[in-house]
């Protein structure tokens, strides 16, 4: 029924758009095409065909027809092309679609939302929910009439039926005019009617103009209740004029609980066929000689078609569909490349629509996922077969400037480039890995309109996602485990997203991001598909002046195509989930920097942090907080401790002005006597604040002796802040100085070009601590698997008041950890960042010395990473060698656990190993450790506590 319209799956409605009949019909012996949605995935757009309106044929194997989402229906404008009007999912911002050909879409414009306000007539305007409207192209005023339908300010749903009745018998229809989709007028009722159907409530209605006359069909929304007859069904009204009056309707045409109704011409044009939803579980077909006359019900095959429009095609419309949309002729041989190692193998099919399916050990990991990107008016990856076909193996040693896991490694992989006009596919296959992209050959002025990205599994495997529902946020969420079908499809993840594709762990993620919008993954069923936010139009500075929002974007994703590579739509495949542990593929696919650039400056290290543990220094004769004295305290307190940078966060200087300083703060003294002492300082900065004085500010930092900043609040990744990454890294670069993104998306590979990129945020780290308890002990077992595969990943460790989470709270003032001391000591063994926080107080490190001369001995970059055990969620057991010394870093979650692990890679012989060990108590009391030496030769035995850790370095 109607009732779940306003379910949350209902949020992302598309307005549609009628069927013009009377002068714009296609004529000739094709048949009918049927835009329709399915009761499974309501809202978006799908095709069948059928010779006679009776016996239909779905095409594209049942799949949706490109981006579209809403009630799909046509109309055919006053330049020959159809229309379409549909919302944006995500800003449900109406999109005007058009296509030429009817086998391709594009957007139009995008059309404000103040067209649909009907709030000075008390009716609602929901910015989700524009009630359907359907549109009609009138020849006769070369005006497009959209009509849509609208409840009472006084009515809300809930999903029952009987609270909801009063609502749908508010529903009234609006109408405005267009001739330009430029001007619209002023919202206004359409019906008046009388006597018995005074208090008509009117849905879906379609207006066409016959024989000189105009004809409304009408659903009636009533209830058995209100009326003797008709209720629920389709009527029909007449007038002489485009906008009425329409005179009251007459009987019912249709029987009772139909709707989403839809007109056409019959096979033979005798006559009309009317198709009207009975819904929810198929459409009928009403027959008559007459728009006036009888109706008659015809037996039709129409099944788990939803919301739709019928329209007449000729033969080489219906021929064109058919090609499109159907399998791949036996002569359009698939394209097929492997591995290194031959485990993996890619199969792309070409022709009408470029497709890829993965295999991995001859087990089918992705199947016929699509790939398209719309460049102006052309849609790349759905041209005719490609003129060449290219293929290479590479195989290069790959030095790290900062090396994260290793100081080198190999990029091995093969690789098959698809050549069409304009444009190229290229596919790269590694022994862990496949990646595609688009890869622009002239300098093309076109707008990028969109781009498919596809991931279809071929079964309903488990996933992890962190789910949003906003294009700008903190890229900071909780995981949501779930198989890939209950995932809601109103929301989509940040990246990168796992699934768990029977025994192989797949993530999929994005490599090589510069001059484009980020991406996010929406699950669809057993797909997950791209989305993207648009090129920013209007932005408004929003919470107290920290963020700046775009309210309004345009329609396309950049403005121009250019000559260019397009990111990687990146896949990683492995056999086991710990694997991902010693993988790079992020970092091979992405750019790198110049030969001639230095960044032998660039130096890894410690991070003394004065914000997570709110300057809450103690025993000591100065008053801590944001001030001179407490930073030149932390200045001599790193220098004593080897630690290499103190980071001073927010206050030191006013947040809109780098100019403005705090006069609490000296920072020119602060910097000073930090160069004396050997110490690096590090500023926290608001990226809008960095956007506007950068050119002059870095300089002055570099000047003083700043060795790096920390930037925040950025919470987008559409192409105008993607570039505004760029560019930080490039002016950052230019004056020596590392960079710390917070608020940011996820790493996407540009610390390879740009090495000066130390570390981002982009997840829920020890500061969530402070207000909530996100940060769990599972999630800190999920991280390294997932979020951490992308690149370094600002976590900030370091918490030395812990506790399990039957007795953690949240403390602004003196924060605590979940999970025990030696889970906080493992992080940093663990957990990748070469900009590494210690984030406790100096009197907590001072009043916990064993832990934090432990902590100190951890390097932040490594040689050489060999991971050894682990499940996503549950446990991880990791190896690194940084120089000649070993260290091993365990974390557990929420059960109690032994692990044996094999240290044969350590060599003959036996090894002393000093370990940071959960105490006997541990399980009770989270701040139990213990501290010992060890000797062990190739197994290592591993207790660890619920929510515990362990932390090893073998002596030399």
């Known amino acids: 029924m ?49 010779r006679d309106g ?73 910015i989700n929910w524009y009630g359907a409207p359907k549109m009609y192209y009138d020849e006769d005023s070369k005006q497009y009439i959209i009509t849509w339908h609208a409840a009472h300010k006084n009515f809300s749903a809930n999903g029952n039926e009987e609270h909801d009745k009063p609502l749908w018998r508010s529903m009234r ?52 209740e209100d009326i003797n007859e008709g209720y629920k069904a389709i009527h029909i009204a007449k007038s002489s004029n485009l906008t009425g009056h329409y005179a009251n309707p007459g009987p019912a045409v249709t029987d009772a609980w139909h709707e989403a109704q839809t007109l056409a011409r019959n096979p033979d044009d005798t006559g009309w066929y009317l198709f009207a939803e009975n819904y ?54 698939p394209v097929e490349i492997a591995s290194p190692d031959g485990k993996n193998k890619v199969i792309i099919t070409t022709g009408k629509q470029v497709s890829y399916s993965v295999f991995r050990n001859g087990e089918t990991i992705l199947t016929d996922s699509r790939l398209t990107l719309t460049a102006g008016n052309h849609t790349w990856g759905k041209d005719t077969k490609p003129s060449k076909i290219e293929r290479r193996q590479v195989n290069d040693a790959v030095q790290f400037t900062v090396p994260r896991k290793y100081r080198s490694t190999q990029n091995h992989y093969n690789e098959v480039s698809l050549q069409y006009e304009g444009y190229r596919i290229e596919f790269r296959v590694y022994d862990n890995g496949v990646a595609y992209r688009f890869v622009s050959l002239t300098d093309n002025p076109a707008a990028v309109k969109n781009e498919l990205v596809e991931y279809r599994f071929d079964k309903d495997y488990n996933s992890y996602t962190l789910l949003t529902n906003k294009l700008e946020n903190w890229y900071e969420e909780n995981y949501t485990v779930k198989p890939l079908e209950s995932l809601p499809r109103d929301s989509f993840s940040i990246i990168p997203v796992m699934v768990e594709a029977g025994k192989y762990t797949v993530l999929l993620a994005e490599a090589n991001l510069y001059h484009y919008a980020g991406m996010y993954l929406q699950p669809d069923g057993k797909t997950f598909k791209g989305v993207f936010a648009n090129y920013p139009e209007k932005e408004e500075i929003k919470e107290n002046g920290n963020k700046l929002y775009a309210t309004e974007r345009h329609d396309y994703i950049i403005p121009q195509v250019q000559q260019r590579a397009f990111p990687w739509r990146v896949m990683g495949i492995f056999d086991q989930a710990i694997d991902i542990l010693g993988n790079e593929l992020i970092y091979l696919l992405s750019d790198e920097q110049p030969a001639t650039a230095d960044y032998s400056w660039i130096k890894p290290g410690k991070v003394l942090w004065d914000w997570w543990n709110d300057r809450n220094i103690y025993q000591v004769n100065f008053q801590s907080g944001i001030n001179t004295a407490t930073c030149l305290y ?107 993104f917070h608020g940011s998306y996820p790493n996407e590979g540009m610390r390879r070009q740009y090495p000066n990129l130390m570390t981002r945020e982009g997840v829920i780290g020890l500061e969530y601590n402070k207000w909530s308890n996100k940060a769990t002990v599972t999630h800190d077992l999920i991280i390294p698997y997932l979020r951490m595969w992308a690149g370094p990943m600002d976590y900030t460790p ?38 590494q926080m210690l984030s406790d107080s100096p009197s907590k490190y001072d009043a916990n010395p064993e832990s934090f001369e432990f902590i100190k001995q951890i390097p932040t970059v490594w040689d050489e990473t060999v991971p050894l055990a682990g499940e996503i969620g549950k446990y991880i057991v990791v190896a690194r060698r940084s120089g000649n010394t070993w260290y091993i870093g365990a974390m557990n ?34 701040k139990d450790y213990a501290i010992g030496e060890i000797s062990v030769s190739r197994k290592l035995k591993i207790k660890m506590a619920r929510g515990g850790g362990y932390a090893g370095i073998v002596l030399n």
């Not at 009949?21 to 049927?34: A, M, R």
């Not at 330009?180 to 849905?203: H, I, S, V």
């Not at 739709?308 to 159907?326: K, M, P």
């Open 2 to 50: 109607k009732k779940y319209i306003y379910c949350i799956v209902l949020l992302l409605y598309l307005i549609s758009c009628g069927n013009s009949l009377s002068q714009n019909e296609e004529q000739g012996n094709g048949g009918y095409l049927f835009a329709h949605m399915t009761n499974e995935s309501y809202g978006s757009m799908f095709y069948s065909i059928s």
């Open 54 to 126: 009776l016996d239909w044929m779905k095409l594209n194997n049942g799949e949706k027809i490109s981006g579209y989402r809403g009630h799909p229906d046509f109309c055919k404008g006053k330049d020959g092309r159809y229309y379409m009007i549909g919302i944006d999912e995500y800003k449900f911002q109406p999109v005007l679609w058009v296509t030429s050909s009817l086998t391709s879409w594009e957007i139009e414009k995008w059309l404000s939302r103040n067209i649909f306000d009907v709030s000075e007539m008390d009716y609602k305007t929901d």
């Open 173 to 224: 229809t609006f109408y405005i005019l267009t001739s330009d989709f430029e001007t619209f007028t002023k919202p206004q009722r359409l019906f008046n009617f009388t006597g018995r159907y005074e208090n008509m409530a009117t849905l879906d209605v379609i207006i066409r103009k016959i024989d000189g006359e105009y004809y409304a069909f009408i659903k009636d929304e009533r209830w058995q």
């Open 280 to 333: 929810p579980n198929k459409y009928d077909l009403y027959e008559s000689a007459s728009i006036e006359g009888t109706w008659q019900k015809k037996t039709t095959n129409a099944a788990n078609i939803r919301h739709g429009s019928v329209i007449r095609i000729d033969e080489a419309v219906y021929q064109s569909l058919l090609n499109t949309f159907t399998e791949i002729s036996a002569t359009d041989k």
């Open 634 to 740: 932390m200045v001599d307190y790193a220098a004593g401790h080897g630690i290499e940078y103190i980071l001073i966060d927010e206050g030191w200087t006013n947040n809109d002005d780098l100019f403005d300083h705090n006069p609490q703060v000296d920072l020119p003294t602060i910097c000073k006597y930090a160069v004396q002492k050997g110490v690096g300082v590090q500023l926290w900065i608001k990226w809008m604040t960095a956007d506007k004085q950068m050119d002059k500010a870095f300089p002055l930092f570099r000047k003083w002796g700043i060795k790096g900043v920390k930037i925040d609040f950025m919470d987008r990744n559409d192409a105008k802040m993607v570039d505004f990454y760029r560019r930080v890294a490039v002016k950052a670069a230019e004056n020596k100085l590392l960079v710390d």
């Open 798 to 835: 370091g918490a030395m008041l812990n506790a399990h989470s039957d007795v953690f709270y949240a403390n602004q003032r003196e924060p605590m950890s979940q999970g025990t001391r030696s889970h906080q000591v493992a992080m940093y063994i663990v957990y990748e960042s070469p900009l």
């Open 893 to 926: 979650g929420e059960t109690s656990r032994e692990v044996e692990v094999d240290l044969s890679f350590l060599g003959d012989g036996k090894k002393r190993v000093k370990s940071h060990i959960d105490g006997i108590n541990a399980d009770y009391q989270a």
